[in-house]
């Protein structure tokens, strides 16, 4: 039984770059979160798809964030242009079902520079 | 979203028994109380919810009290594994969408040896 795996688990970038992460949710999960955790904060919730479609989106989502999880399975979160204050752990998470227990990945730390 | 309030820190010996408290008291009637927590560099990791009965599984037990305005999770004999950031979080199943998970700063649990 595989659970939600992340990649890449840490990446240093300079202010300005853009960066891609990617989320493999457990296999048959049609739900997939995203959430980012500053640190000694809680996760804070970013945006969610219910198979490939993107049904709600966060005001923490700039313009600069983009999600995508095409043909319901793997996901990916892109930050163009990133800054400092993107430095976060970047988590995802999948469930069955609307309700039912969510299973996060180990993060993607992200320290931008 | 209905407001968890928490301790901030606790510690615990070693194989003894832990509870760790939260507040609730704007509840509503159909808001579950889940818990979740976090080890250090690992993403969240679901404990256990319930709604008004007391629930126990492998991991914990959970004791709600009667008015439903607070909750105390209960961990039977606590070993060092269990250090970690405990998230108390309602959900509100009667509003269908109502994905998100919205966690507050935790308890920070410190296991003595």
């Known amino acids: 039984d595989t659970g939600v795996s992340q990649n890449p688990r840490h990446k240093i970038t300079k202010r300005g770059q853009n960066v891609t992460f990617r989320c493999d949710p457990i296999s048959e999960h049609n739900r997939l979160y995203w959430y980012r955790q500053t640190l000694g904060q809680g996760p804070e919730f970013l945006t969610y798809f219910q198979n490939e479609a993107q049904l709600e989106k966060s005001r923490l989502l700039s313009d600069r964030f983009s999600a995508e999880r095409p043909k319901g399975s793997f996901s990916t979160l892109e930050i163009q242009r990133t800054e400092q204050g993107d430095s976060a752990m970047y988590l995802c998470a999948s469930s069955l079902e609307f309700g039912e227990t969510q299973y996060f990945g180990p993060g993607t730390r992200l320290l931008v520079l | 979203d209905a407001k968890t309030t928490q301790p901030n820190s606790m510690e615990s010996n070693e194989e003894e028994p832990v509870h760790l408290p939260c507040n609730h008291s704007?509840?509503?009637?159909?808001?579950?109380i889940h818990w979740y927590r976090q080890l250090p560099s690992q993403g969240p990791e679901y404990v256990i919810h319930?709604?008004?009965s007391n629930v126990n599984n492998r991991m914990a037990s959970l004791a709600i009290a009667e008015d439903r305005k607070s909750s105390t999770l209960i961990l039977h004999r606590a070993t060092l594994r269990d250090a970690a950031v405990y998230y108390c979080?309602?959900?509100?199943?009667?509003?269908?969408?109502?994905?998100?998970?919205?966690f507050g700063t935790g308890t920070r649990l410190t296991i003595i040896p």
């Open positions: 979080i309602l959900r509100d199943a009667a509003l269908f969408g109502n994905e998100k998970l919205t």
């Open positions: 319930g709604l008004t």
């Open positions: 704007t509840i509503s009637g159909t808001d579950y």
